[in-house]
């Protein structure tokens, strides 16, 4: 007959088994292990795609995300020649020599006691949309396309033989052919004429107010003819070559881009984290989110979550994209290898990234036994009350 001391302990030895076989479902986690993830992978048959991170997928990741500047979509553009175009308002101003036939008045110098003329300033002159003026005995004038000095030129060459040795200046009142547009996250939205001195990029930038958000949280879009790039506006401040000269009908647009990741697992800060517009490595991420903790992290099971483009996803027979084109990827990185912490330098992380650090196989061991010793220590007590009561 079973003694009650071998009846408990054979009650106790039970309840760990049990307790063992159903730890996983009953232990808390902050997420799977290394091994359910790789193992979810293979079961859904390619929806899911993962990507062992090495330096080879890190180049092509870069390269296919890298940041065109300025000066490579665009070219070498040229310094803007100040041209009229319709709509501009010029003022024109006309001498002639004594003595005077057409323009013009006479005037005694009192310092040298011979006469002189005075200009005569027309009206001020709008370029028409056939981009003609007109000037009185000179008639109707093409000037669109010309700077002021050929619209000079060729006023004074239709007023020859008809007023006595004429000069001509012509100035810009206002212009509305060059001009580019503003917009987007800056104080106040405009058209900005050009002028002779030639505007660039962040010269117009200032003359809009500047921008309304912190600058490492901005881009600028340019839009030329049939050509559009985006650059982080700091990279564009840092590197002067970027700052082109602007063509007129540019049209800027100042983005506010509030970036961030998120970051959960076996590290310092569990949180959604922003990054600056020019981007961050994955080295740095971890690295705001306090690194991984030694006592629980698994090195092996470092995961990024992203929907990334089919190109880049692999050549799963069964890859099956999302309407938009997207493809579920994971990528692993395993820090047991000291060359990650290279690769994890230049490994490009996106918007809306999720990275995960899973537990280790022995932080949950660890985890379990503490469960257990939890649940027993009232147990083993009872049993040695009992066991002494049995004596």
């Known amino acids: 007959m079973m003694t009650t001391s071998r009846y408990l302990f054979l009650s106790f030895t039970m309840l760990v088994c049990g307790l063992f076989v159903s730890g996983c479902s009953l232990m808390p986690k902050a997420g ?54 319709p709509g501009d308002l010029l003022e024109i101003s006309i001498w002639e020599t004594p003595p005077s036939m057409l323009f013009g008045t006479l005037a005694l110098d009192p310092t040298s006691g011979s006469l002189t003329s005075r200009a005569e300033t027309l009206p001020v002159q709008m370029v028409m949309e056939d981009g003609q003026i007109t000037i009185p005995f000179a008639g109707r004038i093409k000037v669109q396309g010309l700077t002021l000095g050929e ?25 509305q052919g060059a001009v580019v547009t503003v917009l987007g996250d800056v104080h106040k939205s405009l058209r900005l004429p050009l002028s002779p001195k030639g505007e660039k990029l962040l010269d117009a930038i200032a003359l809009a107010g500047g921008v309304t958000q912190d600058v490492s949280r901005m ?21 002067p ?22 970051i959960l697992g076996a590290v310092a800060k569990n949180e959604e984290i922003p990054f600056e517009a020019k981007g961050i490595s994955l080295a740095q991420a971890l690295a705001r989110a306090g690194g991984l903790l030694d006592a629980r992290a698994d090195p092996g099971g470092v995961f990024v979550f992203r929907f ?3 190109a880049l996803a692999g050549t799963h027979p069964d890859i099956r994209p999302a309407a938009d084109g997207t493809v579920p990827v994971i990528y692993q990185i395993d820090f047991a290898n000291p060359s990650a912490f290279f690769v994890t330098q230049n490994f490009p992380v996106q918007d809306r990234d999720v990275i995960y650090v899973a537990n280790m196989p022995a932080a949950e061991l660890e985890k379990f ?23």
């Open 308 to 310: 990334e483009e089919a």
């Open 219 to 239: 881009s600028v879009q340019l839009s030329r003819n049939t050509l559009t790039a985006s650059m982080p506006l700091d990279l564009l401040i840092q590197d």
């Open 32 to 85: 799977p292990s290394k091994k359910i993830i790789t193992a979810a992978v293979e079961d859904d048959g390619g929806g899911l795609v993962l990507r062992q991170v090495d330096d080879a997928l890190t180049r092509t990741l870069v390269e296919r995300k890298r940041v065109r500047p300025f000066g490579d979509v665009f070219g070498a553009t040229p310094q803007a020649r100040y041209l009229a175009h």
């Open 241 to 262: 070559r970027q700052n082109i000269p602007l063509l007129p009908e540019d049209v800027i647009t100042a983005l506010y881009q509030p970036q961030s990741f998120s």
């Open 151 to 175: 619209i000079e030129k060729e006023i004074v060459k239709r007023l020859a033989g008809q007023a006595n040795a004429p000069q001509v200046l012509v100035r810009t009142i206002e212009s």
């Open 369 to 391: 036994l503490r469960m257990v010793g939890t649940v027993l220590s009232p147990t083993a007590t009872s049993m040695r009350l009992i066991t002494d009561v049995a004596k």
